[in-house]
């Protein structure tokens, strides 16, 4: 080897890397926040509280530090907030999972979906995801060596089409990934749309990926209905679900997967070298908070009164309101108030305005453009009535 080839006049270059994720750049949350920063807007586009969680969790946190949990804790997480995990889904769902063999606490839900899928996705296989998606999803895919294969939810309504899902499964096909509360647009999955999943998936050996990471919010009486809750999907199901969503508390990245024993040890072979276990006396922390089940049960009503004034205030613009079922995310079709782009259209809204959302396209592999925004609702009352102040001018 030539020994002048990586150097340049005898300095030293750092050699060429072929990327592992070549098509991937800034996401548009961190681009949408820096805008936001600069012309000093509002922020709704990036989906994490402003406000602060309950203090009593807090101090757990610190009460399991003054206890000595500062050391690592087991790989699978500690077992009391396994057992209380197991708990809340056998009283909310109807199905028991062992605390032992079937629950792992995760670095927060992002790494659950990427562990779950480096676990069971092999060079060249199919994973379907229904578009709009959480962004993590094809990216994950991508590094496990498999192939995405999208399928789009009906535009305007973004429920699920089952004929277009049914013919997208292959001999290849080796997961589905489905999200309800869906991100980005609201939509909750009904009992028969689950269903459905479970009749078509019945024949085949497809596995299921559910983020559940929103089940705490459905509004209007609705439900969430878990894939724990139909024996022929729990049966092939990864679900996974974050305590940061739950108790507003996204920058503590903890969350867990829930699966049968063999799924869950195939999980568990990726996870003990992903991250090998997560924060001890937050841990312990969240299992001791679990024992009030009020904060969950309650925090649909919660951020209900946040999405009845948002929408309030949005109804007296020219925005067209979609459905907004559950998350804490509200879409608005954009047709009546301008002819831009999506993109352009939140750079202006941002700039011109002083709010900031987030373009649907931004969720979509193509960038297909319906003209719909999606702001998110989940900050202090202050935060959204200035927002819609200035949104007010629309």
Known sequence: MNSESNSIAGKPVTPALASRLPNVGTTIFTVMSALATQHQAVNLGQGFPDFACDPELVNEVTRAMQAGHNQYPPMTGVPVLRAAIATKMEALYARHYNADAEITVTAGATQ???????AIVHPGDEVIVLEPCYDSYVPNIELAGGVAVRVPLVPGSFRPDFGKIAAAITAKTRAIIINSPHNPSGMVWSDADMRSLQDILAP???????DEVYEHMVFDGGKHHSAACYPGLAARAFIISSFGKTYHVTGWKVGFVAAPASLS????????????TVNTPVQYALAAYMANPAPYLELSDFYQRKRDLF????A????????????YFQCVDISAVSELSESDFCQWLTREIGVAAIPLSAFYGNGFDQRVVRFCFAKRYETLNAALERLAKL
């Open 204 to 210: 085949t050996n497809v596995l299921l990926i559910s």
């Open 112 to 118: 659950g979906i990427l562990t779950t899928i480096l």
């Open 265 to 276: 040890a195939e999980f568990r072979k990726v996870h003990q070298f992903n991250v090998f």
């Open 311 to 314: 929408r309030a205030g949005l």
């Open 316 to 327: 007296r613009t020219k925005f067209r309101l979609l459905p907004g079922e559950g998350t």
